[in-house]
């Protein structure tokens, strides 16, 4: 399977995350490039990309070796070696690449600390360098850098023969949905005419819907909010009566329906916070219903 591509794997420290971004002119390339398993590490496995080194270089790595010794491991075991391209990023952000002689040009990669970021058949070297770059500077938690980073590989050329589909993959202990599995983050944009753009977008609603409020976007509903939210739920149909600025149990339950239509459960309970709502929950709330 050849997948042309630009990508990066990266770990982060202070989330205890590891992750993988990837775009290309290939459909639905985030269901083969990225591999991610908390603390094991994060693999990209591209060009004639031999699918089995995601899971077996994240099981070597979870059994403690290097990204470095994975690696080495697993070119050890394939006669197709020059035609692959994968990156390792470990438990500890060591990371390790390989850019088999035979991947298509421009092919090559390049390590940072604590990332990897690698690309066959790019517009050139000012690929790799720019997502490095951004990488780098970008703020935020380690989806918005890894998806940065992705955007600027774009601008300085992309993959040369156009786009097509993105995907970022993250993971971190207990940071799925429910707590009870790694995957805190997997999103993919499958077949688009601008997929690195559509998965920022991704991105952001994925941190409204299930990233929890953060202490300084609290307000208090005092009586000009609830006159706005009780106004909203009227005329959504959520319920009758008069706008009243009134913040009783009964409005509070209906709020509670209607925030779990939104899926902005992780954003606002009665039980957690029943006089009070965050910025960003409000925002998308006028934005939605005006």
């Known amino acids: 399977m050849k997948i042309q591509t630009f990508s990066i794997v990266a770990h982060c420290p202070d989330e205890e995350a590891w992750g993988v971004a990837v775009a ?23 060009s004639y990309a031999k699918i089995g080194f995601g899971p ?17 491991r697993l070119l050890e075991a394939d006669e197709g070696r020059e035609t692959r391209q994968v990156a390792l990023v470990d438990a500890r952000g060591g990371v390790a690449a390989h850019t088999g002689s035979e991947c298509h040009d421009w092919a090559g990669h390049l390590l940072g600390e604590g990332f990897s970021a ?33 955007r600027a590989g774009e601008r300085a050329g992309g993959d040369k023969r156009g786009k097509q589909s993105a995907a970022v993959l993250v993971t971190r202990p207990n940071g799925g949905y429910g707590g009870d599995n790694d995957r ?17 977008a991704l991105v952001k609603l994925h941190h409204l819907h299930f ?8 307000l208090r509903i005092d009586e000009d909010i609830a006159r706005e939210l009780q106004a909203m739920m009227i005329e959504q149909g ?3 009566g008069e706008v009243n600025g009134d913040w009783d149990e ?3 339950q209906v709020f509670h329906m209607l925030i779990g239509n939104e899926n902005l459960e992780m954003r606002w309970t009665p039980e957690a916070n029943r006089h009070s709502i965050d910025r960003v929950a409000l925002e998308y709330l006028r934005q939605r219903f005006g």
């Not at 077996?56 to 080495?72: F, I, K, V, Y």
Request: charged share 20%; with cysteine; aromatic share 4%.
């Open 250 to 252: 009964v409005c509070q």
């Open 238 to 240: 959520y319920m009758t």
């Open 56 to 72: 077996d270089g994240l099981a070597l790595m979870g059994e403690g070796l290097s990204a470095a010794d994975a690696l080495s």
């Open 184 to 200: 805190y983050l997997d999103l993919r944009v499958d077949d688009a005419a601008e997929p690195v753009a559509d998965l920022i």
């Open 24 to 46: 290309s002119k290939f459909p639905a390339v985030g269901a083969v490039v990225p591999w991610a398993r908390a603390g094991a590490g994060a693999v990209a496995t591209q």
């Open 118 to 150: 690698q690309g066959n058949l790019l517009a050139g070297v000012a690929v790799v360098d720019a997502m490095a770059a951004g990488f780098r500077r970008a703020e935020g938690e380690l989806a918005d850098r890894l998806v940065k980073a992705l």
């Open 211 to 218: 990233q929890p409020p953060r202490p300084e976007d609290r």
